[in-house]
Each structure stands twice: as structure tokens, then as C-alpha cells.
Nanobody, 117 residues
């Protein structure tokens, strides 16, 4: 069964940290560019970070220096380490897998991150 399953969201105080995980199954993980997107209420979904099959990373300006994306091919899992969280980071975070050679895109169900005191 092809699926992406996110975990690790929750409520955290400003300045705190969370690590999101996205476990992929049913796909050749090494062929997929993995990414995290987020969507806040009333806003469009936006790219947060992505990591290529070769490990190159790209970040939204708003999270540079605070978030780190990584992937573990042995576990078919991509992570998003989020530090120095701000209230404006509050959103539903979605894992995305994009095949390197086709137009296939897969989405997880999302995990909520709330940054509030």
C-alpha cells in the first residue's frame, strides 16, 4: 500500500522544538524528492523544505536557520527538525513525495503544529 504517514506534531511554546517524521511505504523511496509543506488557516499551502535524492536541501526563507530537513533511506523516512519555533509557524504540516522522473506526487494526511504560550 502506497502511503505517507506523518507524526510528531503537537503544541509547543514559542522558542521550543519539534521533530516531524514522515514514513513512506509502497514506493521506491530513493527515487523520490521529499518535502514538507504547511498550510495555515486561510492561507495557501507553501513549501517549507525539500531534500533531493542526493541530499541537497532547499528551505523557505522564513525557516532558514531554524528548520532542518533530512532523510533516512534505510527507514524510508524524512524528518523535519524545527527549532526556535514561532507562533507564525502554526499550521498543518504535510509530507510530499515527488518522483524524480515522472509527475507522480504523493501527500500525507498532515500533522498539526501549534506554537502558542
Amino acid at each position: 500500500q502506497v502511503q505517507l504517514v506523518e507524526s510528531g506534531g503537537g503544541l509547543v511554546q514559542p522558542g521550543g522544538s519539534l521533530r516531524l517524521s514522515c514514513a513512506a511505504s509502497g514506493i521506491p523511496f530513493s527515487f523520490y524528492v521529499m518535502a514538507w509543506y504547511r498550510q495555515a488557516p486561510g492561507k495557501q499551502r507553501e513549501l517549507v523544505a525539500e531534500i533531493t535524492t542526493g541530499g541537497r536541501t532547499n528551505y523557505a526563507d522564513s525557516v532558514k536557520g531554524r528548520f532542518t530537513i533530512s532523510r533516512d533511506s534505510a527507514k524510508n523516512t524524512v524528518y523535519l527538525q524545527m527549532n526556535s519555533l514561532k507562533p507564525e509557524d502554526t499550521a498543518a504540516y504535510y509530507c510530499n513525495a515527488a518522483h524524480s522522473f515522472t509527475t507522480t506526487h504523493l501527500w500525507g494526511q498532515g500533522t498539526q503544529v501549534t506554537v502558542s504560550s
